[in-house]
């Protein structure tokens, strides 16, 4: 088994998704932008003029599609004074939109993050469980000589990921959990609400987004 071979297959599977739902449901890039946000602890509400400041996209462009996505039950609103603030409504239908944006943030991510790329690539078969980057890298706060800070929520191979590390020249800090451990502590252990603030999910990214709302 050719498990760099099996882990192209996998991305260009997702990017392939991606360019599906694009085409299936019409979803614009500032539409994956504007979910993405609500990605950062996912409890997070937002309003408009916020929106529009972060994404640097025009207020108009940020009320309809905040508005788009209250229709679609995606989000919900309510209305302190006299400003709207919006959240993620953690239905099912939201949890399937959720996972394509991890996915598009993923890829979006490592395409310009080439190095790192090409560590996850050779890390991601000595992972069992969901591994997670976040840390200085995904804040894009990277200096030379920075840490790759990666979460695993599950189990990992230390010998194989210590062999990655050496070979391309990178220190590579896991910090690793027991799922059920990482289940039970998500809402009040620090380092798993600094894992969810900013985060880029390259292993389950399925199982990370159920886990999230069954216990957020």
Request: with cysteine; net charge positive; glycine share 4%.
């Amino acid at each position: 088994m050719n498990l760099h071979t099996d882990y192209q297959k996998i991305y260009i599977s997702d990017v392939l998704l991606i360019i599906h739902m694009y085409e299936k449901i019409k979803i614009t890039e500032n539409t994956l932008q504007v979910l993405a946000l609500f990605t950062n602890a996912f409890s997070r509400e937002y309003y408009v003029r916020e929106v529009e400041k972060l994404l640097k996209i025009s207020p108009r462009t940020s009320q309809l599609i905040l508005e788009d996505l209250e229709d679609k039950g995606i989000i919900e609103s309510k209305t302190r004074g006299k400003i709207k603030t919006f959240k993620l409504n953690p239905s099912e239908f939201t949890k399937r939109y959720l996972v394509f944006v991890e996915q598009y943030k993923a890829i979006a991510f490592l395409e310009k993050k080439l190095l790192i790329k090409e560590i996850i690539e050779k890390i991601t078969p000595h992972i069992k469980g969901i591994g997670i980057i976040f840390g200085s890298y995904v804040k894009m706060l990277e200096k030379e000589g920075s840490d790759l800070d990666i979460f695993v929520a599950g189990d990992y191979n230390k010998e194989g990921i210590k062999k990655v590390s050496k070979n391309l020249g990178i220190e590579i800090s896991v910090k690793c959990y027991p799922i059920k451990t990482f289940e039970k502590n998500l809402a009040k252990d620090i380092l798993l609400k600094e894992v969810l603030k900013n985060h880029i999910v390259f292993v389950n990214i399925e199982q990370f987004i159920q886990v999230v709302f069954k216990n957020g």
